[in-house]
DNA sequence: TGCTTATCGTGATGCCCAGG
DNA sequence: CCTGGGCATCACGATAAGCA
């Protein structure tokens, strides 16, 4: 005789697989799911009502509250149970409705553009058009000068694009500096201001050497904390000149040279601070 | 026991990079 | 030039624990 392993669940009224339920519960798996959400959206109701009542938004904010109410509870969690990569970050707001009343009340503009963000969300249903909250500076933590509203898919490019610098050489001679927040954004750009094939701008940062781009442009490109290896390999040549020289303050102008020097000496790899 | 809340794990997104 | 793994970001889902 086998016995039916079923329980019955106290939400649906059904009898179901024992597996389907969790240690502690009476609810079955889907039904506890729902009771979850269900739970979840009813302590965000409060805090919105709360927020109504106190004229800080008015009740067509509604579904854009909801969605910063869920974000700010999941930042607060991320950091109080450290999740990876949150293990040296903190929040400054011990709960959703605290944090999300901030938000409105002391970055204005950061609720405009949450509201702006979650409309456009809301007709296209897209993922990579949530609103998110970020952190300006990825390492910093959760505080209102640290915050702004970024959607999913800016948040994505922001998490892994690296910023760089470029150092354009044309003729020898350093023809412009330019700041990148990506690579990729480097290469289109480089691709339309210099002219120069896009297979030549499949280049590699932080390697501290002059790259031949083509098109008489020669380039260095460093990261934002990158690194340059050292090379022993004397590849390129320092020249420093030196000039001790008598200075007319009153007329502007130099009296005369009285020292000069040059020094020159080998170096395996270029780099340059940001 | 029925339901809610706290805690922890997984998934989506999109860039970078190595390697064929 | 293409592909797939790795990674950093955040939202969402699953499970354990708590409370009346």
Redesign the pocket.
Known sequence: MEKIKTRFC??CKKNIGKGEF??????C?SC??I?????KV??AMRAIDELVEKGIITINDTVSAL?LY??CE??I??C??K???YETVRCDWDTPLEFMTDIIVELPTMWTDWQVQTTLYETNKI??E?P????ID?FGDYTLSNIQMLS??D????????PCVVLVIKDLRLYDTIEFC???EMREKLIRKLGIP??ATNV??DTGLIQNLGNGYSCIFQ?KNGVVPKSIEPRYKVVIDKKTIKYNIETNEDVEIIEQSQSVFNVGSLSFSI
Do not use: C, P, W
């Open positions: 106290s939400r969790y240690k502690t519960s009476s609810y798996r506890h799911k009771s979850n959400q269900m739970g009813k302590r969605s869920s974000s999941s930042r969690n991320a109080l149970y999740k990876e990569g993922k990579s949530k998110t909250i970020d952190r990825s999913f898919a948040n994505s490019i922001k998490a892994k694009s690296k990506s690579l990729k896009i297979n590699k940062v990261s």
